[in-house]
């Protein structure tokens, strides 16, 4: 294998793999990147068995086809800090890869490879994934699927519960509608969006988030505006141009969304979402970081937002909205309510709540609702 490629193409590839390197590998080859060559284009890929990237680089020039497994953090540091403007990688005797690139010259030990000048067979243990080919169970918007990651992630789970898959993020499609919902246990996104395409039918599964976040991360940049997703058993695909990422599919079961957004509420508010959100972190200077609190008061055309910290002082905080029921009083979680006022995709947001006791819904945008349970107890 020889190939001559432009540095900051090989790179970028490099950057959209990355994620799928293992980082404590049980099997070295899971710690390194497959690079393969062929008709005047490169593959990479990686897979950590709970994600697999593949990413094809195209308009490379392919002197002697071939492939290896390369240490793939090792590779990544060298070919961010090199300067020229062309990588050239060769294949060697005794398992090796020349990195090179003007005056400077870096050899790696490959974990596989084919012989040095030819691309006959394949690793035996890399682990591979499906080819995404034929039509995709699953076509969307490429904007309105990041946008529906952006979401519903941060409301995720940063543990693993062991009743509900709630570490991870469900995608539902039913009737040309597709369905992204993230919780906690104690919040809960939950966004909807039509598909363009696709072979139809019910779908539904839990995805894991760092494929999403790979996915949020590098696929404006990619090329076209729609993105393929394919539900493979246990794995799930998707593809938006040359970058293709695979997702283990998390078994565990996930809560019943719909039973826990409330349908409507008694109390209505309507607010301006940057006032709102000045408002409410001003008022989270003065909360305890074990149990930060903030209790909100709606009174006609009026939202108080108070906190206390004991032995540091207290806040208080008044702002214009739009209120004429009865007064109400709630507490929450000021970074629930901060990261979901972040998240929104309107400047007017609108607060639906039943009583002090009962989730609260915030309407954060078109088909997006945001459910937040209060703290009751310390109203």
């Known amino acids: 294998m020889k190939i001559l490629i432009d540095r900051l193409a090989f790179r970028n590839a490099l950057q959209r793999v990355e994620m799928g390197i293992d980082r404590k590998p049980t099997n070295p080859v899971y710690g390194g990147i497959l690079i393969e060559a062929s008709n005047d284009s490169v593959v990479l890929m990686t897979n950590d068995l709970d994600m697999a990237v593949r990413y094809r680089i195209d308009f490379v020039q392919v002197d002697q086809p071939g492939w290896a497994v390369i240490p793939g953090r090792e590779l990544v540091d060298i070919i961010k800090d090199l300067e020229s403007d062309t990588v050239t990688l060769t294949l060697l005797e005794k398992g090796q890869v020349e990195v090179q690139s003007g005056d400077d010259v870096c050899t790696l030990v490959t974990f596989e490879s084919s012989a040095p000048a030819t691309a006959s067979e394949h690793s035996e243990s890399f682990p591979l994934v499906p080819t995404l080919d034929g039509d995709a169970d699953i076509v969307m918007d490429k904007g309105d699927f990041l946008v529906m990651v952006s979401s519903t992630r941060f409301a995720t789970s940063r543990v693993q519960d062991t009743r509900f898959a709630t570490e991870g993020i469900l995608l539902e499609v039913l009737d040309g509608q597709a369905t992204m919902v993230g919780t906690d246990g104690r919040r809960l996104a939950c966004i909807k969006r039509p598909t363009t395409g696709g072979k139809g039918g019910k779908t539904r599964s839990v995805l894991l988030p760092k494929v999403l976040d790979q996915i949020y991360r590098f696929g404006q940049d990619e090329e076209g505006q729609e993105i393929q997703i394919w ?128 989730p609260a819904k915030f309407m954060l945008g078109d088909e997006y609702t945001y459910v937040v349970m209060p703290l009751s107890a310390l109203v």
Do not use: C, W
């Not at 009174?299 to 008044?318: C, D, F, K, Q």
């Not at 909205?321 to 929104?344: H, I, R, W």
């Open 231 to 358: 539900f493979l058993g246990n794995l799930v695909g998707f593809k938006l141009g040359n970058l293709e990422s695979f997702g283990r599919v998390l078994t565990g079961e996930y809560p019943n969304y719909a039973n826990v957004i409330p349908q409507g509420g008694k109390h209505v508010l309507n607010a301006h979402r940057e006032s709102f959100t000045k408002k409410l972190r001003l008022a989270s200077h003065l909360t305890q970081d074990s149990a930060a609190v903030v209790r909100l008061e709606m009174t006609s055309n009026n939202l108080e937002i108070a906190s206390e910290h004991e032995g540091r002082g207290r806040a208080s905080a008044n702002f214009e909205v739009d209120y004429s029921g009865d007064g109400l009083k709630t507490a929450f979680n000021p970074v629930f309510l901060l990261e979901g006022l972040k998240a929104a995709h309107t400047e007017q947001i609108e607060l639906q709540i039943d009583d002090p006791s009962r």
